[in-house]
C-alpha cells in the first residue's frame, strides 16, 4: 500500500488496442476488433465493436475502450441499476471512472485516492423495499 500520491503513475486508462483480445462474442480466440482501427471501402466509419468471424459487421457493442460510458450502460444499466465495489473490501466505489483492460477476459479496475488502481466489482441489483440485493447473490435462490 504506498502512502504517496502516485495517481500519474498508474496505469488508468488505456488506449484502445484496437484488435481485442478479449471476445466480446463469445468465442475463445480473438473475434473482436474495434471500429477505431477499420477502414470500410466506401468511406462508412463503423463505431463499436465488431465481429472478426462475420465480415466485421458491427454488433451494436459499444466499446470499453472508445466509450466506456456506453459500454458500462450496455453490460449494467443505469447507475442505479448497478453497484460499484472496490474489490479488496467492498466498499463503495460510487462515481468512480472505470478503467477497463484487455485480457482473455475483460478486467476492469478504477483509481482508488489511497490505494491505486485497483480492481472494481460491478454487481447489478434492484431495489425491493428499501434493501439492495444482487442478481448474483439470488441467481439460485
Ligand atoms: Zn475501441
Redesign the pocket.
Known amino acids: 500500500m504506498s502512502e504517496q500520491n502516485e495517481v500519474e503513475l498508474l496505469p488508468g486508462r488505456e488506449e ?1 488496442p484496437g484488435n481485442l483480445t478479449w471476445s466480446a462474442f463469445g468465442a475463445t480466440y480473438p473475434d473482436t476488433v ?1 471500429a ?1 482501427v477499420l477502414t470500410w471501402a466506401d468511406g462508412y466509419q463503423g463505431i463499436g465493436l465488431c465481429d472478426a468471424d462475420d465480415d466485421f459487421r458491427e454488433r451494436d457493442v459499444p ?1 470499453p ?2 466509450s466506456p460510458e456506453a459500454f458500462i450502460e450496455y453490460e449494467w444499466g443505469e447507475p442505479q441499476d448497478y453497484l460499484l465495489l472496490w474489490a479488496s473490501d467492498e466498499s463503495s466505489a460510487d462515481g468512480v471512472e472505470i478503467h477497463f483492460h484487455d485480457g482473455q477476459a475483460l478486467w476492469w479496475t478504477a483509481t482508488h485516492p489511497e490505494r491505486g488502481e485497483e480492481r472494481v466489482l460491478i454487481r447489478r441489483g434492484f431495489w425491493e423495499d428499501g434493501t439492495f440485493w444482487t442478481s448474483e447473490e439470488n441467481r439460485d435462490g
Open positions: 484502445c474495434c477505431s466499446c475502450f472508445c
